[in-house]
Each structure stands twice: as C-alpha cells, then as structure tokens.
C-alpha cells in the first residue's frame, strides 16, 4: 500500500521528487535540525528510519561514470582462465564424470597433463588440488552437455536351465575380488531385425573392476568364448558368476564350462525383470558401453574384432587404472525414502591394492602396468581406433541406404 499523508498517497514519483527538494537541506543542517527533518521524511514517505538515513546521505553519481555492481562476499578464488581451461581438458578427456568422481581424478591425472601439455604454475597446481565438487559444477556448467538418446531393450528370458542355475538369494562375500555380475547390450539400432554385433560386460562385486567383449550375435558359443578371455585376463581369480535370465547365459554350455572344473564357479542368475538384482553391471551399460559406441547399428562382422582390440587394451586400462567410480556404503529406508552413503571415489586399481585377496606378486604386476601407462595417450589412441570403426559403420549404413 503507498505511504498517505494527510490525505493524499504518495507515488513513486512524489517522493523522489520530495527527497531531492529536503536533501540539500539535511545534509546542511545540524544534529537536531537533521533529527526533525528525518522524522518528517520517515513519516511522509513510510521509511524504514535506517533507509531512510541512506536516502539522504547517498551521493550522486559524477556523469559519464558508471558504478560497478560487485557481488556480496569474497573475492571468487577459483575464477581464472587458466584452471578452467585444464579442468575443460581433463573434463573432457575423462569422459565427463560427475563433479564427485572428478575430484579424485584431478589428482592422478595432473602429472600427466603437465607431461602433455606443459608445466602448470605452482598456484594453479594447488587450487586444482583443493577445489570442491560443488566449485567444479559452477565452473563447467556453461560446457555441459545433456545426451537424452535412449535405446531399446534386447533382453529376451532364456526357458532352459532355469531350475539348475539358482537364483542369488543371499549377498556375496563383497570384501574380496571375484564375484562378477554379467550383461549384454545390443548394438542394432532402432531394428532387432538380423545380426548384429553385441557387447558383452562383467563387472566386479568388490571393486568395480569391468572387463567388455563384443561377439557377434549373442549365440552361446561366441559369448563363452569372450568371457573366458575375459577370465584370461583378470588380476584376481573368478569366483562368482551372476548373470540374468537371457538366453545367451542360460545354456549348458556355460553351465558346463564353470561347473566342470577343480575349483568351480559359483553361477546364479537374477530374479525375472528385476534389473535392480544386477545394479552394478548394469550401471555400466552407460558409462562402458553406450558413452563409448552410442546407439548406432553394428551389422558388420568384421568389426567386433576392431570392437575387441579397443575394449581389451586402451579402453580398460583407461576405466580401471585412471577413471573413479562410486561405492555404496550404507542404504537405509527412511519412510518411503531410501538414503545413501557413499565411500569416497576410487578407481577399481586402487581398490585391488588395498585389497588383503591379492598376493604381492599380483599387485606389483597391477603397478608395473599402471607405470606404463598415460590416461591422455590411451584417450588419443581410443579416439584413432574410434574414427576407424565409425567409418566402417558409415559405410556400411550408406550401401543400406542405397539398397
């Protein structure tokens, strides 16, 4: 409601105007003079009696100058160009991870960024060594990119063996590596129609190690193979294999092959359509598969073995030796609400060395790699291998087209 004086409500306008006629004559008054115009001023104009006393004691503003607005609160410390522009490199060529998992990455990758791109000044070094998550989304905001491309499902229930494979009922022994949740994604597109290639991912219960295989078609014959050469190359040994309910794991041949040898392989399967039964693989779908390939068709067979020199060298060294990933601590349902906890981010190497299951000689073996190793060359190396499979894949979608 406007302010009223004896009768008449006074605008915006009117009480400039009245401020500029009394404030020449404040400012020259003395201490009572000032109190008696400050309490007319107030009463007239309905004034806060601390606004009121700004209002008559702001300066003008000298012609031609503007007045720079500034922020309340402290200087920004992390807003320089430079930092920014490593935190985009390092952003980018890790793949964008979420501000948590960055973090901790920042750390193992700094040494090799100077080894690439040049030696960073000591003041930067420690900014980027010391900023938040929260500092790190306010920074790359303006670069972040939003994919909502989806996919669709190719999962389709395996009838045989249903009874033989049990379903995992109770939790592993998640405090050693070895226990492994399996899955498949296609590549086909927006058709199931024909073949096509698939990509086949295992991850580890306990440290998130994952391992990715492409096989054309998802017959049992070509995905037995990739998951023993999957086991060929694990830094610890095979102890659990839980998969779901399609066909391409449901089969004797699989059975045979993990149950008929000296020490076999626990083998269990998850509950019909309850993905959340394998929520660890298939997280991974995204982050290994899907960021790498996107939704594209793969119909042509000669690129699964291009697929699988990629995921079993550049591609795995680079998620399971420099990428950080998260792991569920506590889950606790409050109401109709879950609440979650978190250790804090570490790369599945990381994990396998403080892990008591592996002897001295895995871990020095898991170190010797990890010194030969240069996330930003593996990235280059999986970006050249990319373009040549992409080609293929264009190719192949043109002659289609044609036909």
């Not at 400050?38 to 012609?63: M, S, T, W």
């Not at 290994?288 to 594209?296: A, S």
Request: aromatic share 10%; glycine share 4%; net charge positive.
């Amino acid at each position: 409601m406007l302010p009223k004086y004896r009768g008449i409500y006074m605008g915006k306008n009117e009480r400039q105007s009245y401020l500029a006629a009394i404030k020449k004559r404040y400012r020259q008054a003395r201490k009572g003079a000032k109190k008696l115009i400050l309490d007319e001023f107030c009463q007239v104009c309905g004034y806060h009696r601390k606004y009121a006393i700004r209002l008559l004691n702001k300066k003008k503003a000298k012609p031609g100058r503007k007045k720079k607005l500034r922020k309340p609160g402290p200087k920004p410390r992390y807003q320089h160009e430079e930092l920014v522009n490593v935190l985009k490199t390092i952003w980018f060529v890790a793949d964008q991870p979420c501000s948590k998992r960055f973090v901790p990455l920042i750390k193992l990758w700094l040494p090799f960024y100077e080894d690439n791109y040049g030696l960073l000044t000591a003041d930067i070094k420690d900014k980027l060594q010391t900023i938040s998550a929260a500092t790190i989304d306010r920074l790359l905001q303006p670069v972040r990119a939003h994919q909502q491309t989806k996919g669709i499902t190719a999962t389709k229930p395996g009838t045989l063996l249903r009874n033989q494979i049990p379903i995992r009922t109770d939790a592993w022994d998640i405090s050693e590596p070895g226990f492994m949740e399996a899955d498949t994604v296609a590549h086909c597109g927006n058709s199931l129609m024909g073949d096509f290639a698939w990509s086949l991912t295992l991850t580890d219960y306990c440290t998130g190690w994952t391992e990715n295989r492409a096989t054309w078609g998802k017959g049992a014959g070509g995905v037995v193979e990739q998951i023993k050469d999957i086991e060929q190359s694990l830094p610890f040994e095979l102890k659990g294999f839980d998969c779901d309910n399609g066909s391409e794991f449901l089969n004797y041949h699989l059975l045979r092959y993990f149950q008929e040898r000296d020490a076999p392989v626990a083998f269990t399967r998850s509950r019909p359509y309850k993905k959340n039964d394998n929520a660890h693989v298939e997280q991974k779908n995204w982050t290994h598969v899907r960021q790498l390939f996107g939704y594209d068709r793969i119909d042509k067979q000669a690129l699964v073995a291009l697929i699988n020199d990629l995921y079993k060298n550049e591609w795995s060294a680079l998620q399971n030796f420099f990428l950080p990933n998260m792991k569920l601590k506590t889950k606790t349902r409050i109401n109709s609400r879950y609440k979650r906890t978190y250790y804090s981010p570490e790369t599945p190497y990381q994990r396998l060395l403080q892990s008591e299951a592996i002897t001295k000689q895995q871990k020095q073996m898991l170190i010797n790699e990890n010194k030969s190793l240069d996330p930003f060359k593996l990235r280059a190396t999986i970006e050249e291998k990319l373009t040549t499979i992409f080609k293929l894949i264009s190719v192949t979608s043109n002659v289609r087209l044609r036909l």
